[in-house]
């Protein structure tokens, strides 16, 4: 079946670490997604990227990093810069046909330890 | 500015019972509308979506939601609730712009079903 497979499932991050997502679709979506869901706030947007090699900032991007070398996947990097990165993590596609609904993957939830 | 807005945060109805969960929504030119669930430590699934058309949308599992676009409001219904419909509701909007494919989310409508 199609989706998006995120990994880990959790993720424990230690003072001064960088650590790396992963995001990989087979749906063969053209624009990729990551989000931060913290409780009460909803789903803000981190990075973005609507073709390969190419992403824009979303309105939380300090202390994150992102690459796009190939269509299927998007890692996120959580760099020692982002001093509260305890979150659940979201990831999304979307066909680039503006109708459709983005897809989500079911998350990384990321502790400080 | 676009923006979405659920102005409960919590929701209870009793099994059986109908139930609505409440979205505006303020954007620039005409909206696409969504409506997505959360299960606990799950991703969001896609419900149901307004893109034009007949303002009541069916969707998923029995949902419908009626676009208003004189009070800019996408409510989520249904009409007998299940207590597996527990979960997180997310109502999103995506402005009508060409490459402008980002989606604003609210803050989220937990739901409890009281069997």
């Known amino acids: 079946d199609g989706g998006i497979t995120q990994s880990p499932k959790y993720l424990f991050r230690k003072e001064g670490q960088n650590v790396t997502l992963s995001c990989e679709q087979n749906?063969?979506?053209?624009?990729m997604y990551w989000y931060r869901q913290d409780p009460g706030q909803g789903l803000r947007l981190i990075y973005y990227?609507?073709?390969?090699?190419?992403?824009q900032k979303g309105d939380i991007a300090e202390g994150y990093s992102v690459s796009r070398e190939k269509k299927e996947s998007f890692p996120l990097t959580v760099t020692s810069a982002q001093k509260n990165p305890t979150a659940f993590y979201l990831c999304?596609?979307?066909?680039?046909?503006?109708?459709?609904?983005?897809?989500f993957g079911d998350g990384t939830r990321l502790s400080i330890l | 500015a676009q923006s979405v807005a659920q102005p409960e945060d919590q929701v209870n109805v009793a099994e059986g019972n109908p139930l609505t969960v409440k979205c505006t929504y303020s954007?620039?030119?005409?909206?696409?509308l969504f409506w997505y669930v959360q299960y606990p430590n799950r991703g969001l699934q896609f419900l149901l979506k307004?893109?034009?058309?007949?303002?009541l949308v069916k969707g998923s599992y029995g949902f419908e939601a009626e676009f208003n676009k004189s009070q800019t409001s996408f409510h989520l219904k249904k009409p007998s609730a299940l207590v597996s419909d527990s979960a997180l509701y997310f109502c999103?909007?995506?402005?009508?712009?060409?490459?402008?494919?980002?989606?604003?989310f609210g803050t989220g409508t937990r739901l409890t079903v009281i069997p």
């Open positions: 954007v620039s030119g005409n909206p696409y």
């Open positions: 999304a596609s979307l066909e680039t046909v503006s109708n459709q609904p983005q897809h």
């Open positions: 307004y893109i034009t058309g007949d303002n």
């Open positions: 990227s609507q073709i390969v090699n190419d992403f």
């Open positions: 999103a909007v995506r402005p009508y712009q060409t490459g402008a494919n980002n989606l604003f």
């Open positions: 749906l063969n979506h053209d624009a």
